[in-house]
């Protein structure tokens, strides 16, 4: 079924996703208000649990609902989904966690005075407006744990590197573009990478193993190198 919103003729939509799910568009990637109301419309969700239910997937202003397809409930919990979908954001307050995560400010190969240069700052510029910001974790992706966060200034957006490097220590906190980064272990990378934390931000042995999920909001701050020692200590003990 397809709606459209008359002010901004932004397509909205729910439509079947393969056999076993239905994505649900509320609008643009880069409308905070739909990306508002895919939030809430998957915390709504989660909190019901309907029969056929079993997750939610929230990225940017989409939502894919994973369901039981051999549930005799199904078209219970289509029409829920449709019925939900219609709700306004606003009727539901969103519930999210905030997260403060410690940043060594400093670049990978010098990626922190590439940005410095591209962006016509000193490298504690960039530092001190990038720790500024609040972020929100929009989608996992790419590695288990790795989160896509919208919300880096726009004075600090950068291109991604010519050659991805083929190993990217975990922890390093990267911008591209109009996002930001923490890589949750050691992998290939093309990301800008201006710090990193001490924090581990992906666990397999723990539950939940990744520190962020989608909806999250994330504020960073920055540590100097006896601090991130220290954090390393006590994150061991």
């Not at 600090?156 to 390093?172: D, K």
């Not at 996002?179 to 290939?188: D, H, L």
């Not at 581990?200 to 539950?207: E, G, H, L, S």
Request: with cysteine; charged share 20%.
């Amino acid at each position: 079924m397809w709606r459209v919103y008359d002010e901004r003729r932004c397509v909205v939509y729910i439509a079947p996703f393969g056999d076993s799910a239905m994505r649900v568009c509320f609008g643009a990637a880069d409308d905070s208000e739909a990306r508002l109301a895919a939030e809430t419309f998957s915390e709504r969700l989660d909190a019901m649990r309907p029969a056929g239910y079993v997750e939610c997937v929230t990225a940017y202003a989409t939502v894919t609902v994973h369901v039981d397809a051999s549930s005799p409930e199904i078209d219970k919990l289509l029409a829920i989904i449709q019925a939900e979908s219609d709700r306004p954001a606003a009727s539901i307050p969103g519930h999210f966690r905030v997260h403060r995560i410690p940043v060594l400010y400093g670049g990978l190969e010098d990626d922190l005075s590439f940005v410095a240069s591209k962006t016509g700052h000193t490298p504690a510029e960039v530092a001190q407006k990038h720790a500024s910001a609040e972020y929100v974790v929009e989608l996992i992706g790419f590695l288990p744990g790795f989160a896509y966060l919208s919300g880096l200034p726009a004075e600090l957006s950068v291109p991604r590197i010519a050659t991805p490097r083929a190993r990217v220590p975990a922890g390093s906190v990267g911008i591209m573009s109009a996002q930001c980064c923490v890589y949750p272990v050691r992998s290939p990378g093309g990301w800008r990478i201006i710090g990193r934390t001490p924090m581990r931000m992906f666990d397999p042995n723990a539950d939940p193993p990744a520190i962020l999920s989608a909806g999250d909001r994330v504020q960073f701050f920055p540590i100097d190198e006896d601090q991130f020692e220290q954090y390393q200590h006590d994150d061991r003990s």
